[in-house]
């Protein structure tokens, strides 16, 4: 306990300029929508920023940029007096529902607040009502993004965010490294992901047992990477399949990110309405197999909003369902798939629909960030 406040004491001794940007990461996963933007940040524009984290094991607490300063300050009660009491002009993070629990807007200085989405998806559809009204600027991925935003505040009378075409670092991040991959003879042949979303009905519950047998009788590797609220909701389930798949040596179970040469290495992606479906579908341009389950909801008011989401309106261009009494026809239809050299293109050109800005967004959102600070620092 004593460590966290000791590290929230020395953020609060910074003085305003080196308290200035500041990210802030929820899980593990955040960095994966940070890592390109502080790269640019330090690297390229030679700011310093500071990085406070939840995570105890997070690698940016020990990063030798001697431009980053990293704390780590838990997830009790600490994180709640930061937030409550941070002195920065802007704070960068992918958490939504600010205000809306315990995490609240800074009480004694007017912080400027920025939202990194961490999926694709549609804003109505896959975060709960509210989850970005407190947010005074917003990276959106697409347009799609822009029209529910602002669908959003005439629906609620909102008042208008900033909104900046920005895009999706992370999956900039994986055709990187797509392209940077020489293909390897790496051992795991045939290699299939399995990335259920969490809820009630998640492709796991409702067919994770034999979908992973027929795989594995077919002569596919399969490797399964669970949603983390799955890990601890569903451990009965986990430990099941832990049993049954753990000693075959053509199972793996992630419990955390997909090792990038594993991703880079897999031939097809099946998920349900995860939104790693699309930065698979994108970086590949291969379509996803998706299983028919019911697509859980986090907003019940989400139809006031008449932008229909785009993981519904693009899903059949970017991938194909498959009903969960049909699995075992999803064999074949990984051969086949594989086979059809015009999804490539299909998918190529919904990408460039759909995400502002690939293989620059980290350019875009830093540029926005420096020009946000400097006219920050001349007001206060």
Known sequence: ????????????????????????????????????????????????????????????????????????IGDGAARTKFFLTLKARILIMDMPDLEKFHIKRSKIYPVHYIYIFHSMFSVHSY????????????????EHHV??????????????????????????TLIQERQNTIQENIKIKKLILITPSYGENNLLEVCGVELIDILLKSGFSVLLRPHFKILKESE???????????????????????????????????SDWSGISFEYAFTFERPVIYIDVPKKILNPNSEKILVKPIEITIRNKVGHVIHPTKIEEIPNLITSLNKNEKDSKKIKDICSETVYNVGKSATIGAQYIQQLNRELSMKN
């Open 1 to 72: 306990m004593g460590q966290v406040w000791k590290e929230l004491q020395k953020f609060e001794s910074l003085d305003e300029n080196e308290s200035a940007i500041v990210f802030y990461a929820e899980n593990k996963a955040s960095m994966n929508h940070f890592k390109t933007l502080i790269f640019e940040l330090t690297e390229k524009m030679n700011l310093e920023i500071c990085y406070v984290t939840s995570v105890k094991d997070d690698p940016m607490l020990t990063s030798k940029n001697l431009k980053i300063k990293s704390f780590y």
């Open 127 to 142: 975060l709960r009502e509210g989850a970005i009204d407190n947010y005074d600027t917003i990276f959106c991925v697409g």
């Open 147 to 172: 029209k529910e935003i602002r669908e959003t505040e005439k629906v609620y009378n909102l008042k208008p965010k900033k909104l900046v075409s920005y895009g999706f670092p992370r999956l900039d």
């Open 236 to 270: 009965k389930l986990i430990k099941t399949i832990n049993d049954q798949f753990g000693e075959n040596p053509n199972f793996i179970l992630e419990e955390g990110v997909i090792p990038s040469k594993l991703f880079q290495s897999s031939i097809c992606m099946i």
